[in-house]
């Protein structure tokens, strides 16, 4: 297991974070959805700590920001105690790595949770499913991209318990984990602690996972597609292929999102929303997937106000974005974007739980947590000829999908053009999440 230490001894507390290299991408076929169950199943008791007790003790000793996420490259699991609880929440952590109480009534009982989270999150609430939609648009069956997270409801009832404990012994392993912990404390101190509690546990073989094949840059082709559904307003989403992060062109891409899609003082917002009037006010929006592994999505969204069809929305979104591709961005566009970007990291360094997932990400991605300061420094130095580049790139022509939402009354059909789709509908996320 490698450990990562990042001692602040500004407040006595500390971060404890541990990234294990598994996610939905890791999911062998018929099994879509085990990464995201576990992020459950990892807080139902383990050989020491009864069910539901998990929560407990963290709490009793002043523990605080206790959660996990699960994306289709990672799962973490995280939370920030006082310092002097650091062997508390160490202990928690490799109990459940090394001896996990995995039951069928906990099974059972985290399967109906699952199935609740996707009623709330994905099946009941408008526009719910329209990032599923798109990985499975954008990503073809059998890529790791190809489904959400959350995975299929129908693969986790038809699998058995052994299944569940053979994915565990898989991937639930201090060979295949990162251990960060950031605040009042010492390398030594976690070392000697990371010894004691880890340090008997054995790494465990893991499945090798097939081959695939290099996605083209670009998707190759200029997709739309319709779902009728009940929701309240006409809604567009955008995906576009994008360079996977941190490899050479992704930079630029990340300064492009935020010029063109990224608040009220951004191009799509400005054009779409303030001086044509074509979008309500949470339209224009535009942002990175930062899948690490494969190609990433650059996706957007927007609503139009009453009145405006649909496809005039649709084609002065495109319109904007090319807009950047043939004339470039200004220097004040891209002052602002170096700002929020700034402001941004700053953020994501200035809590030791912000701190700590930052350096076990890097950790895990590069085998380097020092990696870290890299980041910052690249984005900045993303000029506006490279910006340019990334639009052109980006939203070339056979590179786009579109994804429109219509009122189910709208006289449409139901459901979406199952020769353009593919299987987006009969199918069914964090992130980073």
């Given amino acids: 297991m490698r450990v990562v230490v990042c001692p602040d001894r500004s407040a006595p507390i500390a971060a404890v974070n541990l990234w294990y290299d598994v996610g939905s991408r890791h999911e062998p076929p018929g099994k879509h959805g085990f990464a995201h169950l576990f992020e459950h199943l990892m807080f139902e008791g383990s050989a020491q700590v009864g069910k539901g007790e998990h929560f407990g003790?963290?709490?009793?000793?002043?523990?605080?920001?206790?959660?996990?996420?699960?994306?289709?490259?990672?799962?973490?699991?995280?939370?920030?105690?006082?310092?002097?609880?650091l062997a508390t929440a160490l202990w928690l952590e490799a109990d459940r790595m090394g001896a996990l109480a995995l039951t069928q009534e906990t099974l059972d009982n985290q399967r109906e949770v699952v199935k609740n989270e996707r009623r709330q999150r994905y099946d009941n609430v408008p526009y719910g499913r329209w990032y599923e939609m798109l990985g499975e648009l954008a990503y073809p069956q059998g890529h790791p991209y190809h489904h959400s997270t959350i995975g299929s409801m129908a693969e986790l009832d038809g699998a058995q318990l052994c299944d569940f404990t053979a994915f565990y012994e898989s991937?639930?392993?201090?060979?295949?984990?990162?251990?960060?912990?950031?605040?009042?404390?010492?390398?030594?101190?976690?070392?000697?602690?990371?010894?004691?509690?880890?340090?008997?546990?054995?790494?465990?073989?893991?499945?090798?996972?097939?081959?695939?094949?290099?996605?083209?840059?670009?998707?190759?082709?200029?997709?739309?597609?319709?779902?009728?559904?009940?929701?309240?307003?006409?809604?567009?989403?955008?995906?576009?292929?994008?360079?996977?992060?941190?490899?050479?062109?992704?930079?630029?891409?990340?300064?492009?999102?935020?010029?063109?899609?990224?608040?009220?003082?951004?191009?799509?917002?400005?054009?779409?929303?303030?001086?044509?009037?074509?979008?309500?006010?949470?339209?224009?929006?535009?942002?990175?997937?930062?899948?690490?592994?494969?190609?990433?999505?650059?996706?957007?969204?927007?609503?139009?106000r009453e009145g405006v069809p649909l496809a005039r929305l649709e084609a002065a979104f495109f319109e904007v974005c090319e807009q950047v591709a043939q004339d470039g961005v200004t220097e004040d566009e891209l002052a602002r974007a170096r700002s929020m970007l700034t402001a941004d990291w700053s953020r994501d360094l200035a809590t030791v739980g912000s701190r700590a997932d930052q350096l076990g990400k890097h950790a895990t991605l590069f085998g380097d947590a020092l990696k870290i300061a890299d980041r910052l420094p690249e984005l900045l130095a993303v000029d506006a000829a490279q910006v340019r580049q990334a639009a052109a790139r980006v939203f070339a022509p056979d590179n786009r999908i579109t994804l429109a939402y219509l009122p189910a009354d709208s006289g449409h059909d139901d459901g979406v053009d199952g020769a353009a789709a593919g299987g987006a509908v009969a199918g069914t996320t964090n992130v980073e999440g």
């Fill in 57 to 85: 003790v963290l709490q009793a000793v002043g523990g605080s920001a206790i959660n996990a996420t699960t994306s289709s490259d990672r799962t973490n699991y995280f939370q920030t105690v006082p310092s002097v609880a």
């Fill in 171 to 304: 991937y639930y392993s201090p060979d295949n984990a990162v251990l960060t912990v950031v605040g009042d404390t010492s390398a030594r101190e976690v070392r000697e602690l990371a010894e004691r509690y880890f340090g008997a546990l054995a790494p465990r073989p893991r499945p090798q996972l097939p081959p695939v094949e290099p996605l083209p840059a670009a998707l190759g082709v200029s997709q739309r597609v319709e779902t009728a559904e009940p929701v309240p307003l006409p809604r567009v989403f955008f995906a576009f292929r994008s360079t996977r992060f941190a490899e050479p062109g992704s930079a630029a891409e990340d300064v492009l999102s935020v010029v063109l899609g990224r608040g009220r003082g951004s191009r799509l917002f400005r054009e779409l929303v303030t001086e044509r009037r074509l979008a309500q006010a949470e339209g224009g929006y535009l942002g990175s997937w930062q899948r690490a592994w494969h190609a990433s999505l650059i996706t957007g969204m927007a609503t139009p």
